[in-house]
């Protein structure tokens, strides 16, 4: 089966500007995570969607930081405006959670941000 | 507070040598615990988690982890590395609700000598 998708693959953005991620997560895939990994720490969740709806968003900062998953499919990650501090890599996990099924994740390779 | 510690940052053995990596936590309630796996370039992949029962968990590839609840440690072992296993390794915990609700520890390096 198809993995869980992301592009692009690298940014590189000056401070105060924009930048969007984009995450397809595996098909069928009710959940899906936006996650922060800053070099030399683990990831820091960001963001739950389940369908279409958030589920947790308490780690996002809003003033900066959005994201919307319209259809409950695709997601994007949108920082305006972007601070030195946001250079990272952000992942996009998914997840199948049925009955009696235990939730597994999969990562998304991630995008590299570099905020110059 | 909740958090997860992984106490080596890098460390380095010999192919075919035994590996054990840290791992302790904090946590006020019985964990969920997950080792996952980051290769260069590619996302996490997980290796074997921890709910409850035997406290001597088999995963993927060879490794293992054992969960002390005394020590508040789940350390993750492997008999004999292969250089594939080079890699960095994030311990996680699950504060609650669905398993992506992870705190990771800063993670640990693995470089294999030949």
């Known amino acids: 089966e198809a993995g869980v998708a992301q592009s692009p693959r690298y940014k590189i953005i000056e401070k105060r500007q924009s930048v969007a991620f984009w995450c397809n997560p595996i098909s069928g895939h009710a959940t899906l995570y936006w996650y922060q990994q800053i070099l030399g720490q683990g990831p820091k969740l960001l963001i739950q969607f389940q369908n279409n709806g958030v589920v947790d968003d308490s780690q996002l900062p809003k003033d900066r930081f959005s994201a919307e998953r319209l259809k409950g499919v695709d997601s994007t990650l949108k920082i305006q405006p972007a601070k030195l501090e946001d250079s990272a890599v952000y992942l996009c996990a998914s997840s199948l959670m049925g009955p009696g099924q235990p939730e597994k994740l999969f990562f998304g390779s991630g995008t590299q941000l570099s905020v110059l | 507070a909740q958090s997860v510690t992984q106490p080596d940052i890098h460390i380095t053995v010999s192919e075919g040598a035994s590996l054990e990596l840290r791992c302790n936590y904090s946590y006020g309630a019985t964990p969920y615990l997950f080792w996952y796996v980051q290769s260069p370039g590619q996302g996490l992949q997980l290796l074997l988690k921890y709910f409850s029962g035997d406290t001597l968990v088999q995963g993927i590839k060879g490794f293992e982890a054992e969960f002390k609840r005394s020590q508040s440690s789940f350390n993750l072992r492997k008999p004999s590395v292969h250089w594939s296993d080079a890699a960095e390794y994030f311990c996680?915990?699950?504060?609650?609700?669905?398993?992506?609700?992870?705190?990771f520890g800063k993670g640990t390096k693995l470089s294999v000598k030949p």
């Open positions: 996680a915990l699950n504060y609650g609700g669905s398993q992506g609700n992870l705190i």
